[in-house]
């Protein structure tokens, strides 16, 4: 009986402590938030840590409406109705002396990378915006060709 005990004992012990660790990760979760479909394939490290560089990569189609040098590719960080940290790189060039980093324009076949330096102040609950955008606002305001946003920690 006390041996059985022992058992029963160590066996709740050891369950208990296998639930209190998730078994598996959660991914953040990228949803379309305005125009064209923006992929965030991946996002590391995810989720992002205060004062780390992170990497996203990011894809898109976008044959209806080819990228041209005046769009760029934003990320911003934000939390309630603050940015803490907004980001940006060129797509594509139309230069003929283009590094071998940017691509030549139109692009219709968008596959990039972009890595980014998270801000210091980063709390655990943030959201995320990943945008290609011409930098022009018009009468509706600013409008993104394409847009793709996370939440997360809430």
Not at 33 to 62: R, Y
Not at 79 to 103: K, M, N, T
Request: proline share 5%.
């Amino acid at each position: 009986m006390k041996q059985s005990l022992t058992f029963a004992v160590i066996l709740l012990a050891m369950l208990s402590m296998i639930n209190a660790f998730p078994l598996h990760k959660r991914k953040t979760e990228f949803s379309d938030c305005e125009g064209l479909h923006l992929d965030v394939k991946s996002m590391t490290p995810d989720p992002l840590q205060a004062g780390k560089n992170a990497t996203f990569t990011i894809s898109g189609d976008f044959t209806t409406h080819p990228l041209t040098p005046e769009f760029k590719q934003y990320i911003a960080i934000g939390e309630g109705f603050a940015y803490l940290g907004v980001y940006d790189q060129d797509i594509c060039s139309d230069s003929s002396v283009s590094s071998s980093d940017i691509p030549k324009c139109p692009v219709t076949d968008y596959n990039t990378t972009m890595t980014i330096q998270v801000p210091d102040d980063l709390d655990s609950s943030y959201v995320l915006l990943v945008f290609i955008w011409d930098g022009f606002y018009t009468s509706k305001g600013q409008e993104w060709l394409a847009c793709a946003r996370a939440v997360v920690g809430q």
